[in-house]
């Protein structure tokens, strides 16, 4: 059973940081691309950042506008999210994901096989 666990999130207030975690288990973790992903209320889900097995960065250059780093550590399973500068509008529920890379890197919520159940972040300005 692929379970992905998120953490890290809460309250913070605007321009703080936050480091979101993601522990995976029941997959080969080095054999899967990760991602982040977000929804807000009464928003659809929405393509944060995505990581290769080999290292391979995508991520919504909008969005994140050099905010946002994603990094895995194959060896721990574990994906995270550095988040910094934090604005309001990145208050969210914030899910990882996970792909089989032979399939390629997606920032398409629909291509992803596993999701963790979100961790809520909170930004008060």
Do not use: H
Not at 1 to 8: F, T, Y
Not at 19 to 43: E, I, N
Not at 84 to 99: G, T
């Amino acid at each position: 059973q692929v379970l992905l666990v998120e953490s890290g999130g809460g309250l913070v207030q605007a321009g703080d940081s936050l480091s979101l975690s993601c522990a995976a288990s029941g997959l080969t973790f080095s054999m899967y691309v990760m991602a982040w992903f977000r929804q807000a209320p009464g928003k659809e889900r929405e393509f944060v950042a995505a990581m290769s097995t080999t290292g391979g960065r995508i991520s919504d250059a909008d969005l994140v506008k050099g905010r946002f780093t994603i990094a895995r550590d194959n060896a721990k399973n574990m994906l995270y999210l550095q988040m910094n500068s934090l604005k309001p509008e990145d208050r969210a529920v914030y899910y990882c994901a996970a792909r089989p890379q032979y399939r390629g890197t997606s920032t398409r919520a629909g291509d992803y096989d596993y999701w963790g159940q979100g961790t809520q972040v909170t930004v008060s300005s």
